[in-house]
């Protein structure tokens, strides 16, 4: 049997440990000559108005200059960095732009050629991806030669771990990203990631572990140092092998086991050669979850914080991408509002699949989805519907204060500039270098 090769390495230095993670996997053994090279880092957020935690959010720049340097090596012209970033507002071509530029990618292209796009600014070809999914991802992605895949190595609060197959999800558009989190419980957001490579062009993965995320995938997990890499020629052995190291079995990863099942493969690691360090010297266990208390109705630091009075049910896999960028803020902004004075019975519902409970006083009916899934619901005393897809901060902060949760508006209508709050974790920690996200011209 001829097994996938997987290559794990410790990052110690520019080019050379990149190089060892390629050369080790033999990941780019098979890149045709002048091929036309897509490389896909992951992006999940950014903002132009404070500088925020990037360290395990998002690929190092060091690694995507090092994969660029690489290529050329092999005399590879032409190359594409795309990426389909979340921001606040669907349409923004502002924030995306701010990203590429302030992550070097202006230096990459005077340097070395490498164009870069927003891929909400290019078209987008509709994919049939089998199992009756049908979703449009960018075109240029689809019309390269070869794919080279960057994500990073961290976990993920809905899908558990988010690597080399999840990352793809930043090529299909919005509408595709909706329909991923559907409301159907057996094809759900797990079943719609685990297909998103079966129509890649031949793809290099690698993981970029020098910076992980616990609870991620984004500013507000547990980032840690770990300087860790991991490559494959093949995206779901590199996927089994990183949720190894980040302390699950491929087969308690529900997206991992259902591409594993379509694709025919064992789960167990048998068809796969692990080279270079081995998993068990590397593996760190990472939770992928935020805690809540035992009825899921509210977050467990919410609880220890004595809150009464509200029910802001366990997020569900139907919550969709732009719903879970505010979700995580308005927490915060509950937190914040929070004075020791019970609230009146007010619950919070979200996603598509949420059901009101009975005896409730106030309902927030958080988004369209949830609007449109509830609005005649019997067990609804008094609706407070926030309707926009994604909601509006302003929409937001009227919804909860109308339920008498005086959340501060400055949170949620400066929502770009609360991420800096979260910096403070990592000041005076010298092993969270802004270095590795900036490319001298």
Same mark, same amino acid.
């Given at each position: 049997?001829?097994?996938?090769?997987?290559?794990?390495?410790?990052?110690?230095?520019?080019i050379e440990s990149v190089r060892k993670a390629v050369e080790l996997s033999h990941g780019l053994d098979h890149l045709p000559p002048n091929a036309k090279i897509f490389i896909k880092p992951n992006i999940v957020f950014w903002t132009k108005e404070v500088p925020f935690p990037k %360290?395990?959010?998002?690929?190092?720049?060091?690694?995507?200059?090092?994969?660029?340097?690489?290529?050329?090596?092999?005399?590879? =012209?032409?190359?594409?960095?795309?990426?389909?970033?979340?921001?606040?507002?669907?349409?923004? /071509?502002?924030?995306?732009?701010? =990203?590429?530029?302030?992550?070097?990618?202006?230096?990459?292209?005077?340097?070395?050629?490498?164009?870069?796009?927003?891929?909400?600014?290019?078209?987008?070809?509709?994919?049939?991806?089998?199992?009756?999914?049908?979703?449009?991802?960018?075109?240029?992605?689809?019309?390269? #030669?070869?794919?080279? #895949?960057?994500?990073?190595?961290?976990?993920?609060?809905?899908?558990?771990?988010?690597?080399? +197959?999840?990352?793809?999800?930043?090529?299909?558009?919005?509408?595709?990203?909706?329909?991923?989190?559907?409301?159907?419980?057996?094809?759900?957001?797990?079943?719609?990631?685990?297909?998103? =490579?079966?129509?890649?062009?031949? !793809?290099?993965?690698?993981?970029?572990?020098?910076?992980?995320?616990?609870?991620?995938?984004?500013?507000?997990? /547990?980032?840690?140092?770990?300087?860790?890499?991991?490559?494959?020629?093949?995206?779901?052995?590199?996927? !089994?092998v990183g949720a190894k190291v980040l302390g699950y079995e491929p087969s308690d990863v529900p997206h991992l086991a259902h591409a594993a099942q379509y694709m025919q493969r064992p789960l167990d690691l048998s068809d796969i050669e692990v080279v270079g360090k081995r998993i068990e #010297?590397?593996?760190?266990?990472?939770?992928?979850?935020?805690?809540?208390?035992?009825?899921?109705?509210? /977050?467990?630091?919410?609880?220890?914080?004595? +809150?009464?009075?509200?029910?802001?049910?366990?997020?569900?896999?139907?919550?969709?991408?732009?719903?879970?960028?505010?979700?995580?803020?308005?927490?915060?902004?509950?937190?914040?509002?929070?004075?020791?004075?019970? %609230?009146?019975?007010?619950?919070?519902?979200?996603?598509?699949?949420?059901?009101?409970?009975?005896?409730?006083?106030?309902?927030?009916?958080?988004?369209?989805?949830?609007?449109?899934?509830?609005?005649?619901?019997?067990?609804?005393?008094?609706?407070?519907?926030?309707?926009?897809?994604?909601?509006?901060?302003?929409?937001?902060?009227?919804?909860?204060?109308?339920?008498?949760?005086?959340?501060?508006?400055?949170?949620?209508?400066?929502?770009?500039?609360?991420?800096?709050?979260? !910096?403070?974790?990592?000041?005076?920690?010298?092993?969270?270098?802004?270095?590795?996200?900036?490319?001298?011209?």
């Amino acid at each position: 049997m001829n097994k996938s090769i997987v290559s794990i390495v410790h990052y110690e230095n520019p080019i050379e440990s990149v190089r060892k993670a390629v050369e080790l996997s033999h990941g780019l053994d098979h890149l045709p000559p002048n091929a036309k090279i897509f490389i896909k880092p992951n992006i999940v957020f950014w903002t132009k108005e404070v500088p925020f935690p990037k %360290w395990g959010v998002i690929t190092t720049s060091r690694v995507v200059e090092d994969m660029v340097v690489l290529l050329k090596e092999r005399g590879i =012209a032409d190359i594409t960095i795309g990426e389909g970033m979340v921001t606040n507002t669907p349409r923004d /071509r502002e924030t995306p732009a701010h =990203a590429f530029k302030t992550l070097g990618y202006n230096a990459l292209k005077k340097r070395y050629g490498v164009k870069y796009i927003n891929v909400f600014e290019r078209p987008f070809d509709k994919v049939d991806l089998g199992a009756g999914i049908v979703f449009n991802f960018n075109t240029d992605i689809l019309h390269s #030669d070869f794919v080279v #895949d960057l994500p990073v190595l961290k976990t993920h609060n809905q899908a558990k771990v988010s690597l080399g +197959i999840k990352n793809l999800k930043g090529m299909i558009d919005i509408n595709s990203r909706k329909k991923s989190h559907s409301a159907d419980q057996k094809m759900d957001l797990n079943y719609h990631i685990a297909r998103l =490579a079966n129509k890649m062009p031949p !793809m290099f993965t690698l993981l970029d572990g020098i910076y992980t995320n616990e609870r991620g995938p984004s500013f507000d997990g /547990r980032i840690r140092r770990s300087n860790i890499l991991i490559a494959s020629a093949d995206v779901l052995s590199a996927d !089994m092998v990183g949720a190894k190291v980040l302390g699950y079995e491929p087969s308690d990863v529900p997206h991992l086991a259902h591409a594993a099942q379509y694709m025919q493969r064992p789960l167990d690691l048998s068809d796969i050669e692990v080279v270079g360090k081995r998993i068990e #010297d590397v593996a760190s266990f990472h939770e992928y979850d935020f805690p809540y208390v035992k009825n899921n109705t509210l /977050r467990r630091s919410l609880a220890r914080m004595g +809150i009464k009075g509200l029910s802001y049910p366990k997020y569900d896999l139907s919550m969709c991408t732009y719903c879970s960028a505010i979700n995580g803020i308005i927490l915060f902004a509950i937190a914040q509002a929070w004075r020791g004075k019970p %609230w009146d019975d007010v619950e919070v519902l979200t996603g598509k699949i949420m059901k009101p409970a009975p005896g409730k006083k106030k309902t927030i009916l958080l988004g369209k989805c949830m609007y449109e899934a509830n609005r005649d619901h019997p067990n609804i005393q008094e609706m407070i519907p926030v309707k926009g897809c994604p909601p509006s901060p302003k929409a937001v902060v009227k919804a909860f204060h109308k339920a008498g949760i005086k959340i501060d508006p400055a949170i949620l209508e400066n929502i770009d500039k609360a991420s800096g709050f979260f !910096m403070g974790k990592y000041e005076g920690k010298p092993e969270f270098e802004e270095s590795f996200f900036t490319i001298l011209s």
